[in-house]
């Protein structure tokens, strides 16, 4: 991973209820603000693809995985919370949260 | 499988050694059924145990939901109980839903969740295999992984109703804390109250001692209070019935012979053929070789004989057979005698017992001798001993052979043993074998105390030992206080006198 860092974001949900849809517009939000052009967002909707549920081990939904960069990282959630979402992306110190 | 129209709820014959005995057929079917227990008290074994019998009896497929341990270590864990889980998923008889921690990755939580995926998960694997069985083991483990429990609390109130939906027959094991206390922690009974089982795993006399009760089946009944139950390798949990196992052993009124022709006699012509017979005295006055007199007379009539013995040696038991002139060796090379040699404190007492079981089961003796029965009295409980006694004694029963089994009094002179205490009851014959101290001397008096239907002698008769076995004699005159250890001799005047008194 030397070349400019590149996230690459997997959010996790199950059916698109009105808890979803707020996770999928807190992390655009935060995408747009924090991460610039520098990032790839997936949602799978594991009511339709229960395999990619199983080989993740989703347990919790929402649940945004941060494959890229490392380190691996698991948040679980609608994502309101945008200083815990940017701690969990490394974007902001941890002591800070 | 039949419906019975009088149960309003139909049980699913988990296969469980034992458990269904109590369950009364097992545990409510399509519903869920909560097994709470303490830590290692076999929740783990019990949920998967749950899906293997399934497999084993009803190629039943089912589903693993692990919480805590990884599918790996279950798998591994598990093989020692003989159930090869990797080849049961490589048949789609058994799937997990591995929702095992990943602590190598960091989790953070932000907002509202819920458990859909978790639900997603069990649906998926279940209509991919056409699962039967669920197993979730452990519940409380997920309150851990999360800081919002209340929304695990509703996401679990989910999770049940949909479980319902579904129609499967699901386990579910939670943590309790204390072996008496509130059913679970975290109050997650609350979820599925129908049905509750706790396992327990009580230190009691310095000894382990599992249980297990049925606390609850909405709808259906179960034997209520606590069983023991032991965990053993090859075979996972066995749950020892006790008094659930049903008495329906028929009376004979055939007679076998005790292997003592005087003793038959004092008998009323021998012992009945489905009897126990317990055989109470003193160390050294004889049980062993009313054991082994028992034992060759058996055998010498064709009859198969088992011998479990506790005290001895196999070695011991057959050179002092020898001295008594019984040929051992002789009635196992025809095949009719099996001698069982164990140390009483190599096993639990339920180990044991279940030991004894099997070797009736797969020996399938005509007469089977214990010697002796209080030399396990010290490996268990005071508890667990009892129900030991009731079981062993239900269980040869049922073979409707006939069983002697020796117990050793705790002083020389006599009196009762505990083992008296628990098996005098259940017992058909007790013979007693007592020393006698007469002017000086010790000598060696029986009778036969107690002989369910049929006429007996009531005398206590003097014997000795030779190299011929036991030679039963006259009775004692003239001496009372025998059975108490206390024995006083009469002067003959006295003794007519006393006899007067009681003539018509």
């Known amino acids: ?97 | 499988m039949s419906e019975d129209q009088k149960t309003p709820v139909e049980k699913l014959v988990t296969g469980i050694e034992g458990f269904d005995l109590i369950a009364q057929g097992g545990i409510p079917k399509g519903r869920t059924t909560l097994v709470s227990g303490t830590a290692g008290s076999a929740k783990t074994v019990f949920a998967a145990q749950f899906l293997a019998e399934g497999i084993r009896k009803d190629g039943a497929p089912g589903i693993f939901v692990t919480f805590e341990e990884t599918p790996e270590d279950i798998r591994k864990n598990m093989l020692s109980m003989g159930w090869s889980i990797a080849e049961w998923e490589e048949q789609s008889l058994w799937r997990f839903v591995d929702t095992s921690p990943h602590p190598e990755i960091d989790v953070i939580e932000t907002g509202e969740f819920d458990l859909g995926a978790l639900l997603v998960r069990i649906e998926y694997a279940a209509s991919q295999i056409g699962a039967q069985r669920i197993a979730i083991d452990s519940l409380g483990a997920i309150f851990s992984r999360f800081a919002n429990t209340s929304i695990v609390r509703s996401e679990l109130h989910r999770l049940a109703s949909a479980l319902k939906v579904m129609g499967v027959t699901v386990v579910i094991t939670t943590e309790r804390t204390q072996e008496y206390g509130e059913i679970a922690r975290f109050g997650v009974e609350e979820f599925v109250a129908d049905n509750v089982i706790i396992l327990r795993n009580v230190l009691e006399d310095e000894k382990r001692r599992r249980t297990i009760e049925v606390l609850k089946f909405r709808g259906a009944g179960h034997q209520k209070g606590e069983y023991p139950f032991t965990v053993l390798p090859d075979q996972g949990v066995v749950v020892i019935p006790l008094s659930a196992i049903e008495l329906k052993q028929r009376s004979s009124q055939a007679r076998v012979t005790s292997g003592n022709v005087e003793l038959d006699r004092m008998c009323g012509g021998g012992f009945f053929r489905d009897s126990l017979i317990l055989a109470s005295g003193a160390t050294g006055c004889g049980k062993t070789l009313m054991t082994a007199e028992f034992i060759s007379g058996g055998a010498d009539n064709g009859e198969r004989c088992l011998l479990l013995a506790y005290e001895e040696s196999r070695e011991q038991l057959i050179r002092n057979a020898i001295g008594w002139g019984i040929d051992f060796e002789k009635h196992e090379r025809q095949g009719l005698l099996r001698v069982v040699c164990a140390y009483p404190e190599s096993a639990g007492l339920e180990d044991h017992l279940i030991r004894m079981k099997r070797e009736i089961d797969q020996f399938k003796p005509d007469r089977v001798a214990v010697d002796s029965v209080t030399a396990l009295e010290r490996v268990g409980s005071r508890n667990g001993f009892r129900e030991f006694i009731i079981s062993l004694a239900s269980f040869v029963k049922h073979h409707e052979i006939p069983g002697l089994f020796t117990a050793t009094t705790a002083t020389l002179m006599g009196g009762p043993s505990i083992t008296e205490a628990h098996f005098s009851s259940i017992t058909d014959t007790i013979i007693l074998l007592r020393y006698v101290e007469m002017l000086g001397e010790m000598r060696r008096g029986i009778t036969v105390l107690k002989m369910r239907g049929s006429k007996h002698e009531k005398d206590i008769r003097e014997y000795s030992i030779d190299e011929h076995g036991m030679h039963i004699g006259k009775p004692f005159r003239n001496v009372v206080g025998i059975l108490s250890g206390k024995p006083e001799y009469l002067s003959r005047e006295e003794a007519d006198r006393m006899g007067n008194m009681f003539q018509d």
């Not at chain 1, 030397?2 to 808890?19: C, D, F, S, V």
């Open chain 1, 1 to 97: 991973m030397n070349e400019y860092q590149k996230y690459l974001l997997k959010l996790y949900i199950t059916g698109h209820t009105a808890r979803s849809e707020r996770a999928i517009k807190n992390l655009r939000n935060i995408c747009a603000e924090d991460l610039g052009g520098k990032y790839e967002m997936r949602v799978i909707d594991i009511l339709e693809r229960p395999q990619l549920a199983e080989d993740e081990k989703i347990l919790a939904t929402p649940t945004l995985i941060k494959a890229l960069p490392p380190p691996l990282r698991r948040i679980i959630g609608d994502l309101s919370d945008t200083e815990k979402v940017l701690v969990g992306l490394d974007l902001l110190p941890i002591d800070e949260k």
